[in-house]
């Protein structure tokens, strides 16, 4: 029997590592190479938000460019991927078989969190996605119960890869260079989070907002871009202890940070 997939957190960053990967896309790239190749890919994206667990259902999910301000270039770019209906259906009755309320979203592409990334790691799209909304409104504990309903399917040949941003505190960016070397709350969050991860830590991990230094700066209200870690984490099963697998920093305050949960 082959060993299961990971569960996977990286971090996204801006929309134009699709055009400049700069170190974080190189890793990437060269993360997709030292993995079997998958099934499908659920992917729990930091911009996508419902009030129950949404799962995008198109067959041929369109490249939604949510973003403005970036390069025509950026702005051309498609990732046709296909989509997976018939997953995302057995993927809403999983949830709700764990009580989790749970629908498919149709007419929703893949937004930047899944299609920048997956184009790095996967450039040929020829390996189906469906996207899994977070749930800002429910707290921590939540979406790791999400992850945990889905630790079956690394069994299945299906990787998990949970997109957001290890920190993100997008009101201080623009105070610092691309190449800033780490600001130092944001330092101070990354060093937290990486021994939390690694220790196997799971109840300070949920408790990340009373437990991390400066979380409140580093992730602020509603939290997006840490909820997917939360979802990766429990999809790597009970006994699982997280591996940093990638370190880098951009703009002083974002941290590009990836776990890894086998």
């Not at 949404?54 to 067959?59: A, C, E, K, R, V």
């Not at 078989?97 to 979203?105: F, H, I, R, V, W």
């Not at 690394?154 to 290890?166: F, N, T, V, W």
Request: glycine letters at 8%.
């Amino acid at each position: 029997m082959k060993p299961p997939l990971p569960a996977l957190f990286i971090s996204h960053g801006m929309p134009v590592m699709a055009v400049d990967p700069g170190t974080t896309g190189q890793f990437l790239a060269d993360l997709a190479g030292q993995l079997p190749r998958p099934r499908a890919i659920v992917c729990i994206s930091a911009h996508l938000e419902g009030v129950c667990a949404l799962l995008t259902s198109d067959i041929r999910p369109e490249t939604i460019h949510d973003f403005g301000g970036f390069s025509p270039e950026l702005h051309r770019r498609q990732y046709p991927a296909p989509g997976d209906p018939a997953l995302a259906d057995r993927l809403v009755h999983m949830l709700r078989k764990a009580g989790l309320e749970s629908q498919t979203l149709p007419d929703r592409g893949l937004d930047h969190s899944a299609w920048v990334p997956l184009s790095l790691m996967y450039p040929q799209a020829d390996i189906p996605v469906v996207q899994l909304s977070i749930q800002t409104g429910e707290p921590p504990g939540y979406h790791y119960r999400l992850g945990s309903a889905l630790e079956p399917l690394r069994r299945e040949g299906l990787l998990i890869l949970a997109s957001g941003g290890a920190t993100h505190d997008l009101a201080a960016m623009a105070d610092y260079p691309r190449s800033a070397p780490p600001a130092p709350h944001a330092e101070a969050f990354d060093q937290w989070l990486e021994a939390t991860i690694t220790s196997g830590n799971i109840d300070q991990l949920l408790d990340y907002q009373r437990a991390a230094p400066a979380a409140g700066r580093n992730h602020p209200f509603p939290c997006e871009h840490f909820l997917p870690l939360l979802v990766a984490a429990g999809a790597g099963g009970p006994s699982a202890t997280g591996r940093r697998l990638h370190r880098h920093f951009e703009y002083g305050v974002l941290s590009l940070a990836a776990y890894r949960w086998d």
